[in-house]
């Protein structure tokens, strides 16, 4: 039996995303939201830093993360957003329900959805890792960064 491309192309994808799902969690006070999104294959970069694009309005701002960490992984959760100093610091538990873990680098994904950012966050760490940033950070107010 022959089965059109789309069908072949919609299995594909629902047997990929089966070990990387994502999950939606609300959150408090600075963190509006927190979403994993999964994992999205290797990690085929040279650098090893996470990269964080940030959009949005300057009342809220959506922080898309990109980081690596170890293979088999297949569950984030707990998100968290605190401000240190100038620096914003977005971390997430990554687990694992029970399948194997391998010794090789995976890229994950994350999304945070920040409300009244404080004018002087300049930088952004994620799970205690010195981000790169892509984007403009967006202020509660019209001050300018330090």
């Known amino acids: 039996m ?3 491309a789309s069908a072949i192309v919609g299995i ?8 990387c799902g994502y999950k939606t969690e609300t959150g408090t006070g600075l963190l509006t939201e927190f979403e994993y999104l999964g994992c999205a294959g290797d990690w085929n970069e040279t650098i090893y830093d ?12 959506t922080f898309l993360v990109r980081n690596p960490a170890g293979c088999g992984y297949d ?4 998100g968290r957003a605190r401000v240190d100093g100038n620096t914003l610091k977005l971390d997430y538990t990554l ?17 945070f959805l920040i409300s009244g950012l404080p004018a ?5 760490r ?4 010195k981000a790169r940033l892509k984007g403009d950070l967006h202020r509660t107010s019209d001050a300018p960064p330090r």
Do not use: F
């Open 95 to 111: 687990s694992s329900s029970g399948g194997d873990m391998a010794a090789c680098i995976c890229e994950y994904r994350a999304r």
């Open 50 to 61: 996470p990269e964080v694009t940030v959009s949005g309005t300057p009342g809220a701002a």
């Open 2 to 4: 022959k089965r059109p």
């Open 126 to 129: 994620v799970n205690g890792d």
């Open 12 to 19: 594909a994808l629902a047997l990929a995303l089966t070990g």
């Open 120 to 124: 002087d966050v300049t930088k952004v």
């Open 75 to 78: 569950q984030g959760s707990n």
